[in-house]
């Protein structure tokens, strides 16, 4: 693999712990870690108010940029649960280490609670449409898929390290 692409990529629903896991993943790789999200509220201001004041157009577009620019670098990436939408995100993934982190409704009501995500204001039955109408280009994408409803986050990344490393 070229040293200019991205280690490993996670994707998957809105508060499934990709965050949190990519974190774990990059620390025992020794490499930076990169949230596509972090990146755009760092350069642009926090999401809800891209929303609010843009609207979504105008976050994706931000959101493509920030994939486009952090797949480019020797990182564990993460992508915000919608970035798979866009078509070119799409075909800059063929060819990189895809993980697909899920979770089940349950375990992620209190996840979700904090009002953070514009398109979760219906609370968990906007969270399930998005993920129904999302799963299947996550499952397109994903060469390894971990459910994280009841799994501690250090052997899910422990699980991608395993996955990661060479025959």
């Known amino acids: 693999m070229s040293d200019d692409r991205a280690i490993v990529v996670l994707i998957g629903a809105p508060a499934a712990g990709k965050t949190r896991t990519g974190k774990r993943v990059a620390k025992a790789l020794g490499v930076p870690f990169l949230d596509t999200d972090a990146l755009v509220v760092a350069q642009h201001g926090p999401i809800a108010d891209l929303f609010e004041q843009h609207g979504e157009p105008h976050f994706r577009a931000l959101e493509r940029a920030a ?7 020797r990182a564990v990436v993460t992508l915000g ?12 993934l063929a ?21 953070k995500r514009p398109l979760l204001k219906g609370g968990i039955e906007a969270w399930q449409r998005l993920v129904d109408e999302r799963r299947p280009l996550y499952d397109s994408l994903a060469g390894l898929t971990l459910d994280t409803t ?18």
């Open 67 to 73: 994939v486009a620019d952090a797949l480019r670098q």
């Open 81 to 92: 649960g919608g970035a798979v939408l866009d078509p070119h995100t799409r075909a800059d």
């Open 95 to 115: 060819g990189l280490p895809v993980v697909q982190l899920t979770v089940r409704a349950e375990g992620v009501e209190d996840r979700i609670r904090d009002g």
């Open 150 to 167: 009841r799994v501690p986050l250090d052997r899910v990344a422990a699980r991608i390290l395993d996955w990661l490393e060479p025959a």
